[in-house]
T-cell receptor
Framework: GENVEQHPSTLSVQEGDSAVIKCTYS??????FPWYKQELGKRPQLIID?????GEKKDQRIAVTLNKTAKHFSLHITETQPEDSAVYFC???????????FGTGTRLTVIP | GAVVSQHPSRVICKSGTSVKIECRSL??????MFWYRQFPKKSLMLMAT?????????EQGVEKDKFLINHASLTLSTLTVTSAHPEDSSFYIC?????????????FGPGTRLTVL
């Protein structure tokens, strides 16, 4: 099955700086790559996703890039704010939004 | 976005008893629901895929006789942890698959924290 690795496991940035989280996947047939934000004890919330027919997608301060050749994708958060502090999970799927395989998570802390 | 609820949010039970967790899609029909398990500070691990009106598909290593899944309607799936033991203590999260015009999307429930004494 698909194997998703995520780095770093923890990330601390100063408010206003950028944060970058990287993920790699093993199955070249994967075609859907969502990113979720999970606050402590809460449900994961989809913040952005990208499909294999696109190389980059942006939504305000959040962007995701996909390199199919290298099988890696990254989350970029610019102008970070304290409320961005949470655990972020990447995921990959071969079948659209079905059967998501999650990365191990990155705990982002934005220091005011 | 679509809303998925779970009940109960927390449950404490004695070892050897069974616990049922409900997952409901409140404002959409979910022919497919997923059940995940999340250990503290760890990732979500897919346990099984639940399809309305048919048997669930379990991931490798998940005991289907221990984690009984029923998806009797388009808005309700249940997970029953049978003969629970302390090692079953975990955060269980479900999600419902919303079929869009072009793409599908999973919407997650708030999770159920199970503690087995």
């Amino acid at each position: 099955g698909e194997n998703v690795e995520q780095h770093p496991s923890t990330l601390s940035v100063q408010e206003g700086d950028s944060a970058v989280i990287k993920c790699t996947y093993s199955d070249s047939a994967s075609n859907y790559f969502p990113w979720y934000k999970q606050e402590l004890g809460k449900r994961p919330q989809l913040i952005i996703d990208i499909r294999s027919n696109v190389g980059e997608k942006k939504d305000q301060r959040i962007a995701v890039t996909l390199n199919k050749t290298a099988k890696h994708f990254s989350l970029h958060i610019t102008e970070t704010q304290p409320e961005d502090s949470a655990v972020y999970f990447c995921a990959a799927s071969l079948t659209g939004a079905n059967n998501l395989f999650f990365g191990t998570g990155t705990r982002l802390t934005v220091i005011p | 976005g679509a809303v998925v609820s779970q009940h109960p949010s927390r449950v404490i039970c004695k070892s050897g008893t069974s616990v049922k967790i409900e997952c409901r899609s409140l404002d959409f029909q979910a022919t497919t629901m997923f059940w995940y398990r999340q250990f503290p500070k760890k990732s979500l691990m897919l346990m099984a895929t639940s399809n309305e009106g048919s048997k669930a598909t379990y991931e490798q290593g998940v005991e289907k006789d221990k984690f009984l899944i029923n998806h009797a309607s388009l808005t309700l799936s249940t997970l029953t942890v049978t003969s629970a033991h302390p090692e079953d203590s975990s955060f269980y999260i479900c999600s419902g698959l919303l079929a869009g015009v072009l793409y599908n999307e999973q919407f997650f429930g708030p999770g159920t924290r199970l503690t087995v004494l």
